[in-house]
T-cell receptor
Framework: GEDVEQSLFLSVREGDSSVINCTYTDSSSTYLYWYKQEPGAGLQLLTYIFSNMDMKQDQRLTVLLNKKDKHLSLRIADTQTGDSAIYFCAEREDSSYKLIFGSGTRLLVRP | EPEVTQTPSHQVTQMGQEVILRCVPISNHLYFYWYRQILGQKVEFLVSFYNNEISEKSEIFDDQFSVERPDGSNFTLKIRSTKLEDSAMYFC???????????FGSGTRLTVV
């Protein structure tokens, strides 16, 4: 079945860029998503990308999609302490429209 | 910005008891979902609901689980006889037919003791 994999942990210094990586297996997924989860909170949609795009930029966030390698990344420029959270990659299974989530990457931003 | 609202935020229940988790999706959304996240694990799909019926359900969603949209606003998840392994954060989500983003609620943390 479909699977989404992410590295578990990333630590960066405040002001640096963060890059969170994700690989997925379903090559037919039309949409891929990044969600942010702060401690004790719900899942906040950060951005999504359509599969016919290579890149999408939204303020400090840049999403890169390599469809051939089924690799998705989220770059956060000028990372702030408020960016510390768990970031989930998800693909949409097009047959059912359900989301398949990765395990989440815990981003720790050091002052 | 429109929100998906879930109540309660935290529920503690004894094993074997029934629980109902409540969600108010965004008013013009047509598709509704329940997901769960066991502590430290992935967010897992439970069930999707459209046009007053279940569209798809996962293997987790067995006979102990049911969903209902009793009126035009609420969307509920019922667990008939809770087990210890049902302890998790349960998320409701909704989307409309045009919006490709799924809006999630802030979750209900269910603790079965």
């Amino acid at each position: 079945g479909e699977d989404v994999e992410q590295s578990l942990f990333l630590s960066v210094r405040e002001g640096d860029s963060s890059v969170i990586n994700c690989t997925y297996t379903d090559s037919s997924s039309t949409y891929l998503y990044w969600y942010k989860q702060e401690p004790g909170a719900g899942l906040q949609l950060l951005t999504y990308i359509f599969s016919n795009m290579d890149m999408k930029q939204d303020q400090r966030l840049t999403v890169l999609l390599n469809k051939k390698d089924k690799h998705l990344s989220l770059r956060i420029a000028d990372t702030q302490t408020g960016d510390s959270a768990i970031y989930f990659c998800a693909e949409r299974e097009d047959s059912s429209y359900k989301l398949i989530f990765g395990s989440g990457t815990r981003l720790l931003v050091r002052p | 910005e429109p929100e998906v609202t879930q109540t309660p935020s935290h529920q503690v229940t004894q094993m074997g008891q029934e629980v109902i988790l409540r969600c108010v999706p965004i008013s013009n959304h047509l598709y509704f979902y329940w997901y769960r996240q066991i502590l430290g694990q992935k967010v897992e799909f439970l069930v999707s609901f459209y046009n007053n019926e279940i569209s798809e359900k996962s293997e987790i969603f067995d006979d102990q689980f049911s969903v209902e949209r009793p009126d035009g606003s609420n969307f509920t998840l019922k667990i008939r006889s809770t087990k210890l392994e049902d302890s998790a954060m349960y998320f409701c989500a909704s989307r409309d037919s045009l919006n490709y983003g799924y809006t999630f609620g802030s979750g209900t943390r269910l603790t079965v003791v």
